[in-house]
């Protein structure tokens, strides 16, 4: 063989300056390695921002949080000895300037906040609590209450002033979901505002700050254990933001999948692409071979072609990688922590440039060993006696190839097993396509010739000698699937954001409703609004402790992991209690207990939680209750309408269980009647008739104001902006999803026509020979169409099966959301699909009309 630089040289000769013939593997290695790039670049640049500024966003190194009652003597001496400590509560509540009202998040810190990272006012100043008298307010709360700094407003029964509007709050990600902006006061001002009565409902939060190398863990292993019946609930500046690192942990993964299918259909037409390209060339290996050069100097000098274009490819993928992830990280700035700018992320961008290199080399092999296999005489007389392909060459770097591929991406990444599947999956998609055009073209063979003389070319043309029906058959196949699993999980996203997010609903919830005075709250709603439907239901927080039978139970904190089925063990959850099985349930299992029980304390629990934790009728529950614990026997198992968005508790107990726990009531309230829920009615419920609605007498406002007046310490939440807010959130994340999963797409596009051009150029004959024999332009495009038609028929079902396999895996393993395609609409876009290419084969198709016979059959 020549020497390498020997082949260089031919090789850089021969190479045009723009890449002609290896535009397809240009254009393929670019989407796939680009969008690699930018979701390896993303995802690590907001996993290091997580990881960097845990303590920042969870204020400390350890936070400790309860319900309803702050920490014991003994509880706060077991956090000094942790580190220093700032206290402080968390509330719903409503604030007020004037005639204006707005539901807040209320935030009270001590004079130690914050511990970690800095609180800046728009004034510019940067500071800590707010002095007596004062309250910070972030800018939404402002603009609600149309108030600004030394403006006042009334929270509970407390009036402060305005001392500034929030501009970076440091652990505001920490705090998760609110239902209003938020409005930071002094640690006295929610027991001075009368909004710790007993039954309230806040949150007393504690950070502890034991410094970057501490054990952080260790402390809350600690406490866990020393106080088992607490009800903490303990995070780590590891754990900063689970729900952030969740959603980025498995968008991430999702992304990398997306990329993944992107090079895997992008594959496909760089195999293309490069067979196409050395059928161009077939004329000039034959030359070489006639002068001398080896089958290795062959192989040599075309691999370095197509590793330049590769290389190329790749770089230019990576640089737009890199370039576009500052304007995703505009785009996800609301809803996670993404630093400005350009991020360069040395091991994501190699990563990416490595799974591209693999791909070519995977899907490029073929073609390379089958040029260098033949004599030259073979080479020259392909045209009319094609070459048989043999794959023996190529198992060998196929093979190490797709290890690679597959050890690279398990080793890179946390799903292993939807990796694995995915991986499986693709490697029996292309065996099941390949298998498919086989059948294609050897049915074709054994099929009735029909009578039709254009009907009859285009069926031979499926099975004839050097027929491209294998290419096509694999490329549109992917193709079209990309357009399917598109549709399909763009369908579902809308109808789970239209499923998960309820259409019907009450207009307000309201929180901390005294016990006491539950009918006088009924009388003002009806005064303002005479049809409103009113349901009042007591309100309590516990954290389950232990469940099973009475002998075997098991305790929660003994669990190394809680499945996510079984999230209600995760901290303290909502509780009540109720003579009757409340509105929108239905008993599934066991019975329901008699009105004015007074027997052995039971518990309804949801079925899908005792499902879960293997839970039975006359197993037992043990709660925390105020750090009292309280054990009751399972007497039944519900279904529960979550769609209602009503009070829908997992767990509700016999009245004499629970109800001398000091507590207060949470209220709904429905202006219009709501349609019925199902389930057997009741729970302690308090409701007007409901004649045909009439608007409240003054408006929403006018409710919204005198409830305030009459109950200041209680919170009132309009459900509207609760709704919007979860629907915006929502469509947030499915436009994510579906701009990824766009790229795959686009590269199904390129492989389409990347497709299609190869299988013209070796059609150029065949239309010259047919021209001679009398064929008009007209005919030629019709043979053109019956022929594509025909595939399109057959892959069109396949598509259809393999996409929706796709995303259903996506939709409902990846994501955990339900599988709620439109169909309409799938198959709308898969008709859409198949015109496209049509369409493209007809384009594709006037170029060869134009070819002169005379010099076509010159350059064979």
């Known amino acids: 063989m020549s ?65 309803q009652r702050p920490a014991s003597a003994s509880e706060s001496a077991a956090f000094a000895k942790g580190g220093k400590v700032s206290g402080g509560m968390r509330l719903q509540a409503m604030a007020r300037a004037g005639d204006l009202a707005a539901p807040i998040e209320l935030k009270a810190v001590d004079a130690a906040w914050p511990l970690v990272g800095q609180f800046k006012l728009k004034d510019g100043r940067t500071t800590g609590a707010p002095p007596a008298g004062s309250a910070w307010l972030a800018e939404g709360a402002a603009e609600r209450l149309g108030v600004k ?20 709050e440091p652990d505001r990600l920490g705090e998760g979901f609110t239902l209003g902006p938020v409005v930071i006061v002094a640690a006295d001002v929610p027991a001075r505002a009368g909004l710790t009565a007993p039954g309230a409902m806040y949150r007393t939060k504690y950070r502890i700050a034991m410094g970057p190398s501490s054990d952080a863990q260790g402390l809350a292993d600690r406490l ?11 995070r780590t500046r590891d754990n900063a933001s689970p729900g952030a690192e969740r959603f980025v942990s498995r968008m991430g993964d999702f992304l990398v ?43 040599r000098i075309y691999l370095l072609q197509v590793g330049v274009a590769a290389l190329v490819g790749s770089g230019l993928g990576l640089i737009a990688g890199v370039l576009v992830t500052p304007l995703l990280g505009a785009a996800l700035g609301s809803l996670l922590p993404v630093s400005p700018g350009l991020v360069f992320d040395p091991g994501a961008l190699a990563k990416a440039a490595l799974y591209g290199l693999l791909i070519a080399l995977v899907f490029a092999a073929p073609p390379l060993l089958s040029a260098r296999r033949f004599p030259a005489m073979a080479l020259l007389r392909a045209r009319v006696s094609p070459l048989k392909q043999n794959w023996r060459d190529a198992v060998l770097p196929v093979g190490l190839g797709m290890v690679a591929i597959a050890a690279l991406a398990l080793l890179t990444t946390k799903a292993k097993l939807v990796t694995a599947w995915f ?66 999980i763009q369908t579902s996203l809308d109808a789970n954001i239209m499923a998960r997010v309820p259409q019907r609903a009450p207009d307000y919830f309201v ?144 009245p004499n269980a629970i109800e001398d726990a000091p507590h207060n009531l949470a209220a709904t309230i429905s202006l219009t009647p709501l349609p019925p829920a199902g389930g057997a009615g009741g729970g302690s419920v308090a409701a007007a008739k409901n004649p045909p609605p009439t608007p409240p007498a003054g408006g929403k406002g006018e409710l919204l104001r005198s409830l305030v007046r009459a109950f200041p310490a209680s919170s009132v939440i309009e459900v509207g902006g609760v709704l919007t807010q979860a629907r915006d959130l929502l469509r947030q994340v499915s436009l994510a999803i579906l701009a990824a999963a766009s790229v795959a797409v686009l590269a199904g596009i390129a492989v389409l026509l990347g497709a299609i051009a190869a299988a013209r150029a070796a059609r150029v004959y065949d239309n010259v020979i047919l021209r001679v024999l009398g064929a008009s332009r007209r005919q030629l495009l019709v043979l053109q169409l019956a022929e594509y038609a025909l595939l399109a028929v057959v892959l069109a079902g396949v598509a259809l099966a393999l996409g929706s396999g796709i995303a259903w895996l996506v939709v409902v393993k990846l994501f955990a959301f339900d599988w709620l395609p439109d169909w309409t609409e799938v198959l709308g876009v898969l008709g859409m699909g198949l015109a496209l290419v049509i369409g493209f084969a007809l384009a594709a198709s006037l170029p060869l009309l134009r070819a002169k016979p005379a010099q076509a059959l010159r350059e064979l």
Request: with cysteine; proline share 5%.
């Open 257 to 299: 999948l997306v990329g993944l299918a992107a090079l895997a259909i992008a594959g496909i037409g760089i195999g293309g692409g490069v067979a196409s390209y050395l059928e161009a060339r077939r004329g000039s290996v034959a030359t070489l071979k006639v002068l001398g050069a080896t089958s290795g100097d062959v192989a």
């Open 149 to 168: 700094p030394g403006d006042s407003v009334t929270i509970g029964s407390l009036t402060l002033r305005v001392g500034g509007i929030i501009a970076d």
């Open 224 to 234: 866990k254990r020393q106080f088992p019946s607490s009800g903490f609930e303990l």
């Open 511 to 654: 929180l901390d409703v005294p016990k006491a005075r539950g009918a006088e709250f009924v009388a003002a709603v009806t005064k303002v609004a005479p049809t409103a439907k009113v349901r009042l239901v007591p309100a309590l927080r516990g954290a389950i402790l232990a469940y099973g039978p009475q002998n075997a139970m098991i305790r929660v904190a003994d669990l190394k992991e809680i499945p996510e089925e079984a999230w209600p063990l995760r901290g303290e959850r909502g509780l009540t209690y109720s003579d009757d099985v409340p509105e929108g349930n239905a008993v599934t299992s066991g019975k329901w207990w008699p009105h004015d029980y007074t027997g052995e304390p039971l518990v309804s629990i949801d079925e899908k939680l005792a499902a879960a934790l293997n839970l039975k009728l006359g197993d037992q529950l043990t709660i925390g209750l105020l750090g009292v614990e309280r054990t009751a026997r399972i007497a039944s198992l519900r279904r529960i309408d979550w769609d209602s968005l009503g009070f829908n508790y997992v767990l509700v107990f016999s």
């Open 423 to 488: 991986l499986g999956g693709s490697l029996v998609l292309l065996l099941l396509l390949g298998a498919l055009g086989w059948l294609i073209r050897t049915l074709a063979a054994k099929l009735p010739r029909p009578k039709a003389p254009l009907l009859r070319i285009a069926l031979a043309n499926l099975h004839r000698p050097g027929a491209q029906t294998g290419a096509l058959v694999t490329a549109l196949g992917f193709g079209l699937a990309a357009f399917v699993t598109l549709a399909a």
């Open 3 to 67: 020497p390498w630089r020997t082949a260089w040289t031919i090789a850089r000769r021969d190479l045009s300056a723009r890449f002609k013939g290896l535009r397809l593997l240009l254009v393929c290695l670019f989407l796939g390695v680009g969008a690699l790039a930018a979701i390896g670049t993303l995802t690590g640049a907001i996993e290091r921002e997580l990881a960097s500024r845990g303590r920042t966003i969870l204020g400390g190194d350890v936070e400790v949080a309860v319900w």
